[in-house]
């Protein structure tokens, strides 16, 4: 094939150039599709060493990422970067925002939601029919943006934030009773520092901090309802920026 012909770097370059800006935050070239002999790539040693050696092991996308997430660079401290910031190119990792499909995912994980199956075909414009369009279609059609957009260019929306603190889809996910996930674990720890420890590892995959413990054990005493309180401290972490972030 001529896209990945020996004689052709450019597409080893592509692929990685992508690869390492998903997994960093941040690629080689960017804007991220926009390289070429014209363009000066940030250590290009790192990425001719990459390129090769993906193109030597016949395009192997297992060989890239294990390659990759065993690097030191990968390995470093997320920490969020802004224009003013001048320190050398990859010395952290930055969080991304996740794609419409991932934060999806993320939230019907969390809320233990399955996806519903499409409803009767509904008669269009020129009696046409149509299937109503999923939730999940729903949703990608709310979040989704290019992913070649750099992650400066990705901002929210103000129906997205609506979305995210009035959609009855999260807010009938988080009650603190029944079945729920939050249900569960407010039955089954009594503690409230071991309920706050198990809602922060199922919503953001780790431990609160000791600031953040005496916050929420400030709020649960303010409130004096726990399940209401827990509630409440399960939908701020959802509409939190790291929750909408690949961290």
């Known amino acids: 094939a001529v896209l990945t012909a020996k004689d ?38 790192v ?3 990459l390129s090769n050696g993906f193109s030597a092991n016949d395009y192997d996308l297992q060989w890239l990422f294990r390659t990759i997430v065993n690097t030191q660079a990968y390995q ?19 969080p ?23 409803r009767r075909p509904q008669r269009g414009g020129g009696g046409m029919y149509r299937l109503p369009q999923s939730r999940r279609g729903q949703f990608a059609a709310l979040f989704g943006f290019d992913p070649s957009t750099p992650q400066a260019d990705i901002t929210g ?21 029944g079945n729920t996930r939050l249900g569960r674990i407010l039955n089954k720890f009594d503690d409230n520092d071991d309920a706050l ?12 901090s000791t600031r953040e413990i005496k916050i929420a054990k400030e709020y649960l005493a303010e409130v004096g309802n726990r399940r209401e309180a827990f509630e409440d401290l399960m939908w701020s972490l959802l509409n939190s920026s790291e929750f909408l972030s690949k961290r």
């Not at 770097?9 to 926009?34: C, H, Q, T």
Request: proline letters at 7%; glycine letters at 6%; hydrophobic letters at 40%.
């Open 96 to 118: 991304t925002r996740l794609r419409s499909d991932q934060l999806y995912n993320a939230l019907t994980g969390v809320l233990g939601l399955t996806e519903t199956a499409n």
């Open 8 to 45: 052709n770097p450019w597409f080893a370059k592509a692929l990685v150039n992508r690869i390492w800006s998903e997994l960093l935050g941040e690629g080689f070239y960017m804007p991220i599709d926009d390289i070429g002999p014209e363009r000066e790539a940030s250590f290009p040693e």
């Open 157 to 177: 929306s103000v129906p997205q934030a609506l979305f995210l603190m009035n959609s009855p889809l999260i807010n009938n996910g988080i009650r603190g009773q």
């Open 47 to 49: 990425l001719d060493l």
């Open 76 to 94: 470093r401290q997320i920490r969020a970067r802004d224009a003013s910031d001048v320190s050398l190119p990859f010395a952290s990792a930055a």
């Open 197 to 208: 420890g198990e809602l922060y590892l199922f919503v953001l995959s780790r431990e609160p």
